[in-house]
C-alpha cells in the first residue's frame, strides 16, 4: 500500500525536475546572451539578464556577467550593486572580488580596492588573476616595486600569459628600466603562438620613443597602422610622437588619416585641436576641442585647453557641465583640470575671486602630487655661480661656427613673444625649449681638460639644422648657466625677460604647469622670481656688452621703439615685420602658443592688481625688496 511517504517521494522528484529545468533554461538563456554579446548586440543581451532578474532566477554567472556587461558600458553603480549582491550569496567564489575591484581602482577608491584584492588571494592563493589585479592596483599607487614583485608571481603561476608580461615590461618602462622592458617587448613580438601583436608593438614603439630612438618609434607605428589599420591608439600615438619632434604638420596629417577611418575617437580630436592651436589654426581647433567634448563630455584635459583661450560663451551646456560637475571621485589629475578650466572661464567673465579660489584648489593639490623643486634650484644656481663666475666677457669672435642667442628669464615672463619676433630673421632656427644645455652642465666636469661643453653643444645643435646661421634656445632656466656660458660659449649673446613681478608670479600661479613644480605656490614663486633677479642683477652689470636687458612691459606699451633696440642691439638689419609677430605662422609649443598669434597689446599689464588678496605673500616678499618694491606702486 503507498503511504504519505511514497507521496512525498513523488513531490521531491518533481522539485528536482523543476529546478532542473529552471538550470537549464538559465543556462541556455546565458548562452544567449553571450552569443548577442560576441556579435556586438549589446542591448539584447542587457535585456535578457535584466528579464532573468526580474523572474527571480538568479545564479554566480548571471551576476558576474550582468556586472561585467554593466562595467563595460561604464554603468559602475549598477556594476557595483550586482557584484556586492554576488559576494553575498556566494562568498566563497574570487572573480567577482577580482571585478569589483578593478572598478574601485578606477574611480580611485584604492583602499577598498586592495581588501577585496586580498581576501580574493586568501581565498585562492594560487589565482594568478587576483595576483596581476593586485600588481595594477600598486602600479596606480606608484609603489613600483610591489608592482613588480606581484606581476612576478603571477607569471610564476602562469607564465604562457602573455598579458602578465606585458604589464611586467610596462612597469620595466615606467622606472626607466627600457632594456630589460625591450628584451620581454621582442620576446613576445617573435612568439608565434600570440596572434594579435598590435600592443604589444604599440608597447614597444613607446619604450623606443622613451628612450629616443625616435626612428625606430616610428617604424613600429607605421607597421601597426600597415598591419591593423583600424587600431586607434596607432595613430593617436604616431601623432603624439610627431607632436614631441616638433612635426606638427605631420603631426596633424596622421591624426585626420586616423579621424577618417575611426569618426568616433574624441581623445583623437582632442589632440587635433592642441596641434591646430600650436599651428595658430584657433578657428579649428575650437571645432576639435567642441567636437571631442560632444562625444565625451569627461574629456576634461579638452576643457582645460579650450578653457586658455574660450570663454564658453556660445557654448551653454558645455559651460554648465564644466562649471557644475562634482569633482568628487575624479581622478586627481581631472580635478587639477577642472579647476583650472573654471577658473580661466571666471577670469574671462572678470569674477576674480571664483577665479582665485579655484587656482588656489588646483594648486594645492597639484603641491601635493609634485613637490616644490624651489630649494633645488636655488642651490643649483648658487653652486654654478661659485664655480664659474668671473667678469671676464666672453669672446664673440668663432666664424666657423654660427651665432647662438640665450633667451632667460622666469617662465611667463614674455619670451615666447621675443622668440617670435626674433624668429621673424630667416636666417634663425628657433630650438624651442630644449635640455641640451642643462643636460651637458649635468655631465660636465670643469677639471677635465678634455671636456668642452660648447663643442658638444654645438655638434647637438648642428644635427637639427647643418645649415642655420643663428640659433635661438629658449629654456628659461639657462639663466643660471650664464658664467658657464660666458666662459665657454664664443660667438653667443643672452637675452634677460623680465616683466613686472606681480604679473610675472601671477601669471606663473595661474598656469597648469607640470615641469616647473615650484608653480604650485605663491611665495616659491616670488622667492624663485627674487632670486632670479638679484642673481641676474649681478650677471648684467659683469656682462653688460653680451647680456640685453628686454622688458615686456616697455615692449608691448612701445613696441616699435623697444623692438628696434632689440635688433640693434643684435646687429641685425631693421625690417618693419619685427613689429607684427603675431603674423608669424612658426609653430609655438609653450602656454603662450595663442596669445602670440595676436598683434602685440598690452592687455596683460597690472593683471595682479585684479587678484591683490591672492597674491599677498608676494607683495610681503616684494615690499621687502628694494630693487623690486617700486612695483607695486605701479
Known amino acids: 500500500m503507498k503511504g504519505f511517504g511514497d507521496n512525498k517521494n513523488n513531490k521531491k522528484d518533481k522539485f528536482r525536475i523543476s529546478k532542473r529545468d529552471k538550470d537549464t533554461f538559465l543556462k541556455n538563456k546565458l548562452d544567449i546572451a553571450n552569443g548577442y554579446l560576441i556579435s556586438g548586440n549589446v542591448a539584447k543581451a542587457e535585456n535578457i539578464y535584466s528579464q532573468l532578474l526580474n523572474n527571480g532566477l538568479i545564479s554566480y554567472d548571471l551576476f558576474f556577467s550582468y556586472a561585467l556587461l554593466s562595467r563595460n558600458i561604464s554603468n559602475f553603480k549598477f556594476a557595483k550593486n550586482l557584484l556586492n549582491q554576488s559576494i553575498s550569496r556566494y562568498p566563497t567564489k574570487v572573480d567577482h572580488y ?28 594560487r589565482n594568478s588573476n587576483s595576483i596581476y589585479n593586485l600588481s595594477l592596483l600598486y602600479r596606480d599607487l606608484n609603489k613600483n616595486e610591489e608592482a613588480l614583485s606581484n606581476i612576478n608571481n603571477a607569471i610564476k603561476l602562469m607564465p604562457s ?33 600570440i596572434n594579435d601583436k598590435k600592443d604589444i608593438m604599440l608597447m614597444l614603439s613607446t619604450v623606443k620613443r622613451l628612450d629616443s630612438n625616435f626612428k625606430e ?25 610627431y607632436f614631441d619632434n616638433k612635426l606638427l604638420a605631420k603631426a596633424k596629417k596622421i591624426s585626420l588619416q586616423g579621424i577618417s577611418i575611426n569618426p568616433n575617437f574624441p581623445e583623437m580630436l582632442s589632440n587635433l585641436g592642441v596641434i591646430c592651436r600650436n599651428l595658430g589654426e584657433i578657428k579649428e581647433s575650437k571645432k576639435y576641442f567642441l567636437e571631442a567634448l560632444s562625444m565625451n563630455k569627461k574629456l576634461f584635459k579638452c576643457y582645460y585647453d579650450l578653457s586658455t583661450f574660450y570663454d564658453f560663451s556660445d557654448h551653454s551646456k558645455e559651460l554648465d557641465y564644466i562649471l557644475n560637475v562634482s569633482i568628487d571621485g575624479l581622478d ?3 580635478i587639477i583640470r577642472v579647476c583650472f578650466a573654471r577658473a580661466n572661464i571666471f577670469h574671462f567673465h572678470k569674477e576674480f575671486k571664483n577665479a582665485s579660489m579655484n587656482h588656489k584648489l588646483a594648486n594645492d593639490l597639484k603641491s601635493k602630487i609634485y613637490p616644490s623643486n624651489k630649494n633645488l634650484l636655488i642651490e643649483k644656481s648658487i ?46 632656427f628657433d630650438l624651442g625649449e630644449i635640455e641640451i644645455l642643462p643636460d651637458i652642465v649635468n655631465n660636465f666636469d670643469h677639471r677635465n681638460k678634455n671636456q668642452n661643453p660648447y663643442e658638444e653643444y654645438i655638434n647637438q645643435i648642428k644635427k637639427l639644422a647643418p645649415k642655420a646661421k643663428i640659433f635661438t634656445d629658449k629654456n628659461l632656466f639657462n639663466y643660471m648657466f650664464c658664467p658657464l656660458i660666458n666662459k665657454y660659449f664664443t660667438n653667443s649673446k643672452i ?16 598656469e597648469n604647469f607640470i615641469k616647473i613644480p615650484f608653480s604650485t605656490r605663491i611665495r616659491d614663486i616670488t622667492e624663485m622670481y627674487i632670486h632670479h633677479y638679484d642673481l641676474m642683477k649681478s650677471y648684467s652689470s659683469a656682462y653688460s656688452k653680451n647680456l640685453f636687458v628686454y622688458n615686456y612691459d616697455d615692449v608691448v ?6 623692438i628696434k633696440k632689440i635688433i640693434d642691439w643684435l646687429g641685425w638689419e631693421w625690417n618693419d615685420k619685427y613689429t607684427s609677430p603675431h603674423k608669424s605662422n612658426r609653430n609655438v609649443f609653450t ?24 597674491l599677498d605673500p608676494a607683495l610681503e616678499l616684494i615690499s621687502n625688496n628694494r630693487d623690486l618694491k617700486s612695483f607695486i606702486a605701479k
Not at 602573455?162 to 610596462?170: R, S
Open 495 to 510: 637675452i634677460l625677460c623680465l616683466r613686472n613681478p606681480l604679473d610675472n608670479i601671477l601669471s606663473i600661479y595661474r
Open 217 to 241: 618609434s616610428e617604424k613600429f607605428l607605421l607597421k601597426i597602422i600597415k598591419l591593423y589599420p583600424e587600431f586607434g591608439k596607432a595613430y593617436l600615438n604616431l601623432s603624439d610622437l
Open 557 to 562: 606699451t612701445n613696441p616699435s621703439i623697444e
Open 332 to 334: 586627481k589629475e581631472d
Open 591 to 614: 602656454a603662450s602658443s595663442e596669445q602670440v598669434r595676436n598683434p602685440i597689446h598690452k592687455k596683460s599689464l597690472r593683471n595682479w592688481k585684479k587678484y591683490v588678496e591672492l
Open 161 to 193: 600569459n602573455y598579458i602578465y608580461k606585458l604589464l611586467k615590461a610596462d612597469l620595466l618602462k615606467d622606472i626607466n628600466n627600457f632594456r630589460e622592458s625591450e628584451l620581454i617587448l621582442l620576446e613576445l613580438y617573435s612568439d608565434e603562438k
Open 383 to 428: 653652486k654654478i655661480k661659485e664655480t664659474f663666475f668671473n667678469k671676464k666677457e666672453f669672446n664673440l669672435n668663432n666664424d666657423s661656427n654660427p651665432e647662438l642667442i640665450f633667451i632667460v628669464g622666469m617662465p611667463r615672463s614674455g619670451s615666447t613673444l621675443l622668440e617670435t619676433i626674433l624668429s621673424l630673421n630667416k636666417r634663425v
Open 98 to 125: 577580482i571585478l569589483l575591484a578593478e572598478i574601485l581602482r578606477i574611480e580611485k577608491d584604492f583602499l577598498r580596492a586592495k581588501e577585496l584584492l586580498l581576501t580574493a588571494c586568501k581565498l585562492n592563493p
